[in-house]
């Protein structure tokens, strides 16, 4: 297909507070957990999403696939809005929108078996006639993501934490999608099950044409899997562009700071830590203007006044900073932040 598969516009939630003004008043406050987010995801593409916790990764890829209601703003597949879309039809455009949780233990319900487990999204959606087919295809998808068919009448508990990725993987693949939200696949696994995750995702995607929204706070594991980068702060993504180009030359305060932390590959190298003065504000009392102004070096008045858009800073590459400037993370010409 022409142009991207999965195109995000203005997309913001607000969880609103329980709180109220008055016995009969109105809900008091709120927070911002996405705000005015926008990206695209091209067929076979996979793009990261970074930042620190809380920052709102994982409800974006939540709001992606309408498993909570955005507040506002578009979410295009395949050219057509999901978030406006009515039940029936959602129901349709659900078996190509998958997701992989982050918790391998609490993700697979640990009364049913794993056939049952892998087969419920093809049983809702009406594609396995019997038994002999619902086992056979359950054999079939056990197989490709490198578990033997014969486990199938066990319980989760008999599995180590990265066979049962692999299940909740297989419960994602079932319905062939086309799009799948990743939200911490790996960060709940030993490192050297992590690598072998990520390279099964990697097979998938080469195998079916998979596009990935990769959300992780492990700089390492996105070096490795990302084509583009996001970097989102407080609900707003502040810089992305190519994976390349986000690693070696990030033009965003902070994305400077959150690279500088990651370790360099290669023996011998390791970049000039940035450190970051203050400490997150709540996403319930996010600074006017620049999010990140509070704890950012660079920050002037216009920062406090006025919100910078996101503005392409390099080919490809845009950042949301009123004074973005390239940054190489390399010992010799990276400047480390004073602290306050």
Known sequence: MNGPLLQVEGLTKVFTS?????????????????????????????????????????????????????????????????????????????????????DPYGSLSPRRKVVDIIAEPLEAQGLLAGTAQKRDRIAELLTRVGLPPDVMDRYPREFS????????????????????????????LDVSVQAQIVNLLQ????????????????????????????????????????????????????????????????AGKRNRRIILQGDVPSPSAIPTGCSFRTRCPLAQPVC???????????????????FAAPNPLRPAEAAAVPAS
Not at 46 to 64: D, P
Not at 238 to 266: C, D, M, N, W
Not at 304 to 322: F, M, S, T, Y
Request: with cysteine; aromatic share 6%; hydrophobic share 40%.
């Open 304 to 322: 406090a006044a006025e919100r910078p858009p996101l503005r392409e800073v390099a080919p490809g590459q845009n950042a949301a900073c009123h």
């Open 18 to 102: 329980r709180k109220r003004s008055g016995l009969f008043g109105k809900a008091k406050g709120g927070v911002r957990a996405v705000d005015e987010v926008s990206f695209s995801v091209a067929p076979g593409e996979t793009l990261a999403l970074v930042g620190e916790s809380g920052c709102g990764k994982s409800t974006t890829g939540r709001l992606l696939l309408r498993l909570i209601e955005p507040t506002a703003g578009r979410v295009l597949f395949q050219g057509r809005d999901i978030a406006s879309a009515d039940a029936g039809e959602m129901h349709r455009i659900r078996k190509h929108l998958q997701i992989i949780f982050q």
């Open 161 to 188: 934490g990265g066979q049962r990725q692999r299940i909740g993987i297989a419960r994602a693949i079932g319905l062939d999608p086309a799009f799948i939200v990743a939200d911490e696949p790996v960060s709940a």
């Open 203 to 266: 097979d998938l995607q080469e195998a079916q044409g998979l596009s990935y929204l990769f959300i992780s706070h492990d700089l390492r594991v996105v070096r490795h899997i990302a084509h583009r980068v996001a970097v989102m702060y407080l609900g707003r993504i502040v810089e992305e562009g190519p994976k390349e180009r986000i690693f070696s030359t990030p033009h965003h305060p902070y994305s400077q700071a959150l690279l500088s932390a990651a370790p360099e590959p290669g």
